[in-house]
Nanobody, 127 residues
């Protein structure tokens, strides 16, 4: 059974940083496509950063140069380093994973492409 558990969210001021973690267990596929999504109530859940098993990364335009997605194979943990946070970054953040065999793995992929999801962690940025 695949489980994804996010942590690291919180409330910060504009310009500060946070690092989100997604601990993954039970994942036995040889490949992956992993994405951090975020969702604001009433809006569509959007992908902000993606990494594949080859190490390629893609980012949504508004987070480029501020966010960095990484995956630690030894710890089976996905990270999202978020710097220079803005009020518009306020959202519930979710990690998602899929073997990626039948999808185009990039940050704009639809949420329905992903088999496995975490429960979310809230990020609030105040001005």
């Amino acid at each position: 059974q695949v489980q994804l558990v996010e942590s690291g969210g919180g409330s910060v001021q504009v310009g500060e940083s946070l690092r989100l973690s997604c601990a993954i267990s039970g994942y036995t596929y040889n490949s992956f496509c992993m994405t951090w999504f975020r969702e604001v109530p009433g809006e569509t859940r959007e992908g902000v950063a993606t990494i594949d098993s080859g190490g390629s990364t893609t980012y949504e335009d508004s987070v480029k140069s501020r966010f960095t997605i990484t995956y630690d194979n030894a710890k089976n943990t996905l990270f999202l380093q978020m710097n220079s946070l803005k009020p518009d970054d306020t959202a519930m953040y979710y990690c998602a994973a899929d073997p990626g065999d039948d999808m185009y793995c990039y940050s704009g992929a639809d949420r329905d492409e992903y088999k496995y999801w975490g429960q979310g962690t809230q990020v609030t940025v105040s001005s």
